[in-house]
């Protein structure tokens, strides 16, 4: 017996659309000040993605203050406040139903810094061959 909301090739077109269209709307309210919260207002916020579920009824939102900072603070404000968020991300996007908000903390920042560790380590430069691998500076001049 199949799952019936299964889906194994990903997010459909629309799923991301709608996801991008409430992250724009997300964004928006925040930066602005529209919600009256002081954790909010001190704190810049970040949302790198939200996910839709298939009938794009529930939004989950992953966020990230900048720097890191109070991150359970920001993310008790943001659900304390998710009904006002719900009704300013349905004014600006429109559909049908104004999809229920859920707030994540956003780990993909945890996730590249570990990944950029591993890159650095002395078993990836003896793999690779060169020894002089300096991942932190940008420029291509290793290259030339």
């Known amino acids: ?11 459909s077109q629309r799923q991301q659309r709608v996801a991008e269209l409430v992250r724009h709307a997300l964004a928006e309210v925040l930066s602005r000040g529209d ?3 002081d954790v909010l207002t001190r704190n810049v916020i970040t949302i790198p993605e939200v996910r839709m579920s298939p009938d794009l009824k ?3 939102a992953y966020v990230m203050p900048l ?5 359970e603070a ?11 968020l719900r009704q300013e991300v349905a004014r600006r996007v429109n559909l049908k139903f104004a999809p229920d908000l859920r707030f994540r903390r956003d780990e993909s920042f945890d996730e590249a810094a570990r990944i950029d560790a591993l890159l650095r380590t ?5 793999d ?4 002089d691998i300096d991942l932190s500076d940008d420029s291509d001049e290793q290259d030339q």
Request: aromatic content about 2%; glycine content about 10%.
């Open 1 to 11: 017996m199949a799952k019936r909301f299964e889906q194994t090739t990903g997010p």
């Open 35 to 37: 919600v009256q919260d």
């Open 58 to 60: 529930l939004a989950t």
């Open 67 to 71: 720097g890191g900072r109070d991150e």
């Open 74 to 84: 920001v993310l008790k404000a943001l659900d304390k406040h998710k009904k006002v």
């Open 122 to 126: 002395e078993r990836v430069a003896r």
């Open 128 to 131: 690779t061959g060169r020894s």
